[in-house]
Structures are given as structure tokens and as C-alpha cells.
């Protein structure tokens, strides 16, 4: 079992900066790989981005490509995503998740946390 808990969510304004933390305990954090997904109201829970079990390997969607960047510390059992540049439409509860694989969608994660709502003011 892994236990994800996000922090970090809030309010900001258009063209600001949040930095999202997800803090995981119980198996080995380093034999996971760790995305971030978002959901707004009435849609889909959706990808953000993924990071490598080592961390060296990150993907991003299109959306969020140049503007958000995710990082791990394994030492420290932790993953971030660094917000700049957020737009209103990146507005929604974001949510930390593990697989034990290296395909990252929705249906194949292991794990989850409970989000952490960010929203973007215009």
C-alpha cells in the first residue's frame, strides 16, 4: 500500500506560480512511477504529466508543456509540480497518483491521492 497526500493547492491569479507537493509513505516510493492528473468540474480526471521511477524521464501534456514541471525526490519520498505561467483554464483538484508500471493513464495507476484544488482567477 502507498499513501499519497497532496499539498500546495490554492488560490492564485492568472499568469501566477503554485507549487504542488505529494508526500508518499508506506512501499518503496522509487519502485513507482508518479503522474499528475487533474479534474475540473464536469470532465474527465486527466494527465498532466508523468515522471520516471528515477526521475530522469518526464512527460507533459501538450497543455501544460513549457509551464509546468514535475520533479521527485526519492530520497525524501516526494513529487512535485511546479505551476508557472497558470491560466484559468488550469483550474481543477489535482491529484498525485503511483503505478508500479510505466504507462501512465488514469485506469493503471495504483494508487491515489485525495487532490488538492488549485484555482486560477482571470
Not at 61 to 81: P, Q
Not at 96 to 110: E, F, K, L, R, Y
Request: hydrophobic share 40%; net charge neutral; aromatic share 10%.
Amino acid at each position: 500500500q502507498v499513501h499519497l497526500v497532496e499539498s500546495g493547492g490554492g488560490l492564485v491569479q492568472a499568469g501566477g506560480s503554485l507549487r504542488l507537493s505529494c508526500a508518499a509513505s508506506g512501499r518503496t516510493f522509487s519502485d513507482y512511477t508518479m503522474a499528475w492528473f487533474r479534474q475540473a468540474p464536469g470532465s474527465e480526471r486527466d494527465l498532466v504529466g508523468v515522471v520516471s521511477m528515477s526521475g530522469l524521464s518526464t512527460y507533459y501534456v501538450d497543455s501544460v508543456k513549457g509551464r509546468f514541471t514535475i520533479s521527485r525526490d526519492n530520497a525524501k519520498n516526494t513529487v512535485s509540480l511546479q505551476m508557472n505561467s497558470l491560466k484559468f483554464e488550469d483550474s481543477a483538484v489535482y491529484y498525485c497518483a503511483a503505478s508500479s508500471g510505466t504507462v501512465a493513464v488514469a485506469s493503471a495507476m495504483d494508487y491515489w491521492g485525495k487532490g488538492t484544488l488549485v484555482t486560477v482567477s482571470s
